[in-house]
Structures are given as structure tokens and as C-alpha cells.
């Protein structure tokens, strides 16, 4: 019997999210795709998720890292693991509310952050090809220390902070505020879902790679440090929002 077309649907949208992720932030990544399923319809509310071994085969990731990534959303309410003989990790039924972020147009969404994109890694690089002064040195790695032990509470503003002071130190006196205008409207659309404890950590070891590149005087390594760093985001505004 031939499949309707909601079914055909469904059987692309299924292609199209249990596949494998090309990125270097392989948790960041598996959190967004994980979100897009539910987001999707894929599994409906209340339904089980694959088991975790083909979900990791499906992505091209390592069990554990599917494993992290269902325990950040089970954690911000999204999914419920459950054990015993009909265990298995479960879409909640009812799913969580978001915040409200208003209508999220998909080409507003490319615009700013492939602004982004343009600004942050070239505040980057600009920095990076720099001489800078033992005081400009100082202020990076203590931003940057500054946003490790950071809790969710906090870390989004010092994460912002430290990112303002990337762009101060690439020296082009009009960066900063464009800098700061844009990574307020994408803040605005952080703040309207979870913070996952993970990413905080991740984005802490990837701040250091930034900061180390710009401190050595390698640009090329700043930028793309930098340009990893923030497909990492993407990937989540884009799977929760998208």
C-alpha cells in the first residue's frame, strides 16, 4: 500500500534529522538535532525516542556524547528517561513552555548570524594581528577567567563581556558597537531557551583556544577557534527556534 503524503513527509523530515552531523561541537550539534526532532513532530510527545546505539550511529557520535545530550534535556524538561523492561528515553508529554521569542523569521535568523559570523571571527583575527599591550593581554585572560566558573545564572552576561573585549582589542574603534547590537538580539533569543551545563564547559575550553591564538599572534587559528565556538550556538538557536 502505497504511504500518504503526511506519511512521505515524515518519512524526509526522519532522512533529514537522523543524519550524520558535520560540526566540530558534536554536543552542541546532537542537543540541536535532538530538539529539532521534537520540535518537528518526529516523535511525538510521550513517544520513545531510537535507542541510543542508533541515534549515535545515525549522527556519526560516540554513545556517550548522545547520552550527555538526552541528560541536558531531560534536565531543562524536554526528555524523560525512563528505565525498567519498557524503558527508553521519552519525549515529555506535555513538553516545556518556552519563553517567549516572538516570530523567528528564518531569514532574519541567517542575517544575524551570519553577521555574527563576519564580525566575531574577524574580531578575532584583527586581535590576533595585533601588538597588544601587557594591559589589553591582562583584560582577555581574566574575562576569560572570569566566565569559567560562571554559573547559568551569570554566564551569558560574562560570556558577552568577554566577547566585547575580543572585539576592543582588534583595534577598529566602530566594532565594538556593532558587536554588542548584534549579540543583544541574539541573546534575546538564547535567554528563551535552557542553558545546558555542558555547553558552559565547552565553550569555557573553546574561550581558551580563542584567547591562547590571539595572545600567541596567530590569526588564522583565532579565527577559526572563533568560527567553531560559534556554529556551537548556532546549532542550538538554530534547532530551537528554526
Avoid at 531543562?76 to 528505565?83: F, I, K, T, V
Amino acid at each position: 500500500m502505497s504511504e500518504n503524503p503526511s506519511e512521505r513527509d515524515l518519512v524526509e523530515v526522519r532522512k533529514a534529522v537522523f543524519r550524520p552531523l558535520r560540526r566540530g561541537n558534536t554536543l552542541e550539534d546532537t542537543v540541536a538535532r535532538l530538539v529539532q526532532t521534537v520540535r518537528l513532530g518526529v516523535v511525538a510527545p510521550g513517544a520513545s525516542l531510537p535507542p541510543e546505539r542508533e541515534l549515535a550511529a545515525a549522527y556519526g557520535v560516540s554513545r556517550d556524547t548522545v547520552r550527555e545530550a538526552i541528560r541536558e534535556l531531560a534536565d531543562a524538561g524536554y526528555l524523560e528517561p525512563r528505565r525498567g523492561r519498557y524503558g527508553g528515553t521519552f519525549v515529555a508529554d506535555p513538553l516545556p513552555v518556552p519563553a517567549d521569542a516572538g516570530h523567528v523569521d528564518s531569514a532574519d535568523l541567517d542575517d544575524v548570524l551570519g553577521l555574527r559570523s563576519v564580525l566575531e571571527s574577524g574580531s578575532a583575527r584583527a586581535a590576533a594581528g595585533r601588538a597588544l599591550d601587557a594591559e589589553v593581554r591582562s583584560r582577555l585572560w581574566a574575562r576569560h577567567e572570569a566566565a569559567l566558573p560562571a554559573g547559568p545564572e551569570e554566564y551569558r552576561r560574562l560570556d558577552t563581556l568577554l566577547h566585547l573585549e575580543i572585539a576592543e582589542a582588534a583595534g577598529i574603534s566602530s566594532l565594538v558597537a556593532l558587536v554588542a547590537e548584534n549579540r543583544a538580539r541574539i541573546n534575546a533569543w538564547l535567554d528563551t531557551f535552557p542553558l545546558l551545563p555542558r555547553n558552559i564547559e565547552h565553550s569555557g575550553m573553546q574561550h581558551e583556544q580563542i584567547i591562547t591564538a590571539i595572545l600567541m599572534g596567530q590569526p588564522d587559528a583565532a579565527e577559526d577557534a572563533m568560527r567553531d565556538h560559534l556554529a556551537g550556538s548556532e546549532a542550538l538557536l538554530r534547532g530551537f527556534l528554526a
